[in-house]
């Protein structure tokens, strides 16, 4: 991995930045940010994967360890994205677990509108 340059926040973040997993493999390129920009919550990027992930994989704000203008350094293992091709069970879920899945099905709804 080249240098990832300065850290950004990531209203800067740029599509098509390479994406890296903590073992500084790259696991793609950041696609799309979601987040709610009124209020100014990160929640996380859809990521345009290769192979052999999904073609569109969410990593979650917990899952992002830096940003860069030059890269997305995560804090996980590729195979540890959510895929976004894949629905989630509707079983009884914790808080957490219910954000979580409202950030997905937001994330496919906009894999869905945009390709």
């Not at 540890?80 to 079983?91: D, I, K, V």
Request: aromatic letters at 4%; proline letters at 6%; zero cysteines.
């Amino acid at each position: 991995m080249q240098d990832p340059g300065p850290p950004i926040a990531y209203l800067a973040l740029r599509g098509g930045t390479p994406v890296y997993d903590r073992a500084g493999n790259r696991v793609g390129t950041m696609e799309h940010v979601l987040a709610d920009e009124r209020s100014d919550i990160f929640h996380g990027l859809i990521i345009d994967a290769a192979p052999p992930l999904p073609r569109h994989a969410f990593a979650d704000a917990d899952q992002i360890a830096e940003l860069h203008e030059q890269a997305v350094l995560l804090s996980v293992e590729g195979g540890e994205l959510h895929a976004l091709n894949e629905r989630t069970g509707a079983g009884e879920a914790s808080i957490e677990e219910g954000k979580l899945r409202a950030r997905l099905e937001e994330a496919r709804e906009w894999v869905g509108r945009h390709h």
